[in-house]
């Protein structure tokens, strides 16, 4: 079991920067692949960013060129750096954490945090 706490979320207006974070506990971390998804109201949660366990990271679609994901495998933590934020942003931002072993995956979910641009 992992459990992922993320925080960092909040309103901040067009042009601006946030940083979410998101800590993991329960397992060993630097042994899952991190993604960042988001979720706007009335549309369905996709993909973000991922980061691999050897650091290879990737971007979906708009968030290309201003969101960086980075990982801290000795604080357990993976972070979500937005910049440029704009108001197509405003969604919910869930972490997940996931695993293949032996061909058994494992995935798990944060409980979101939410990020508002708006001015």
């Known amino acids: 079991q992992v459990q992922l706490v993320e925080s960092g979320g909040g309103l901040v207006q067009p042009g601006g920067s946030l940083r979410l974070s998101c800590v993991a506990s329960?397992?060993?971390?630097?042994?899952?692949?991190m993604e960042w998804y988001r979720q706007a109201p009335g549309k369905q949660r996709e993909l973000a960013a991922g980061?691999?366990?050897?650091?290879?990271?990737t971007y979906v679609g708009s968030v290309k060129g201003r969101f960086t994901i980075s990982r801290d495998n000795a604080e357990n933590t993976v972070y979500l750096q937005m910049n440029n934020l704009k108001p197509e942003d405003t969604a919910v931002y869930y972490c997940k954490a996931t695993k293949d072993s032996q061909g058994q995956i494992f995935a798990y979910w944060g409980q979101g945090t939410q990020v508002t641009v708006s001015s």
């Open positions: 329960g397992s060993i971390f630097s042994l899952y692949v």
């Open positions: 980061i691999t366990t050897g650091g290879t990271t």
